[in-house]
C-alpha cells in the first residue's frame, strides 16, 4: 500500500508485479484500492524454490522501457524514489550508507566518485559504505543488458536462486556502470519479520514525508 502510495507522488502509475504466495488477495487489494493504475502480472509459480532474480526475469514481457525496480517488503520515504528516479546515469541504486551492518544486509562497496563496485550479502561489513535498500532506476542499455544477464543466467547456467545483485555485479564486472544514490535524511527500513512490522509502526511510519 505505502509503495504504491510513493509510486502516486512520483507520477508513476504503470506497474509490473511478480506474484506468487497469495496472489489473488495482492490482485484483489491493488484494484480495489488503487484503481488508477495500470497493472501487470507475471506468475511465479515456484516463488517457494526460487529467488528475485529469477522473479525479475518473469517480468521481462511485461517491462517495456526504462523502469524501477523496487522489493516488495519495503517501508520507505517517497523522496528516496524520486531520488533514484531523477538522478543521473543510466542506472542508480538506492544506498543507505551506515556502518552497523550485519549478514543479512545487502551490502555496498562505492568508490569516491559514488560508482558501486561491488554489491552483495558476503562483504565483509567493514569493506561496506552502507546497505541497498532495494530501489534501483534503469535506463537505455542497462535495462537490455540486465534482462540479458538474467537470462543467460536462468535459461543457459540454470541458476534460478541468485538474488538480482549478482546479475548487477557481473554487469559491472563487465565494465557497465550502477551510481549510488545517497538517502541521507529519509527513512526507510526492509521488513523480514513480524518484529521488523512492529518496529516499522512505531519508528519508521511517523517519520514518512507524504507532503
Not at 502516486?8 to 506497474?15: L, R
Not at 538506492?94 to 549478514?103: C, D, I, Q, S
Not at 545517497?182 to 519508521?204: H, I, N, Q, S, Y
Amino acid at each position: 500500500h505505502y509503495i504504491f502510495r510513493n509510486l502516486e507522488k512520483c507520477g508513476i502509475t504503470d506497474a509490473v508485479l511478480v506474484l506468487g504466495y497469495k496472489s489473488d488477495t495482492v490482485k484483489e487489494y491493488l484494484h480495489a484500492n488503487f484503481p488508477g493504475f495500470k497493472l501487470g502480472f507475471a506468475m511465479n509459480e515456484k516463488y517457494d524454490s526460487t529467488n528475485n532474480a529469477y522473479s525479475l526475469w518473469l517480468a521481462e514481457p511485461l517491462v517495456k522501457g526504462d523502469f524501477v525496480l523496487l522489493d516488495s517488503d519495503i517501508l520507505f520515504d517517497y523522496r528516496i524514489l524520486k531520488s533514484v528516479v531523477e538522478g543521473r546515469g543510466p542506472a542508480r541504486l538506492a544506498v543507505h550508507f551506515r556502518k552497523e551492518l550485519g549478514p543479512e544486509e545487502v551490502k555496498v562497496r562505492i568508490d569516491s566518485g559514488g560508482r558501486v563496485v561491488t554489491i552483495n550479502k558476503e562483504m565483509d561489513p567493514a569493506l561496506a559504505a552502507g546497505e541497498s535498500i532495494g530501489i534501483e532506476c534503469f535506463t537505455g542499455l542497462w535495462k537490455d543488458a540486465l534482462f540479458g544477464k538474467l537470462a543467460e543466467q536462468v535459461e543457459k547456467r540454470g541458476i534460478v536462486d541468485h538474488y538480482y545483485e549478482s546479475a548487477f555485479q557481473e554487469l559491472m564486472d563487465e565494465g557497465m556502470e550502477m551510481r549510488s544514490v545517497d538517502t541521507a535524511g529519509m527513512a526507510c527500513m526492509e521488513l523480514d519479520t513480524p518484529d521488523d512490522f512492529k518496529r516499522a509502526e512505531k519508528d519508521v511510519l511517523p517519520l514518512l514525508s507524504w507532503d
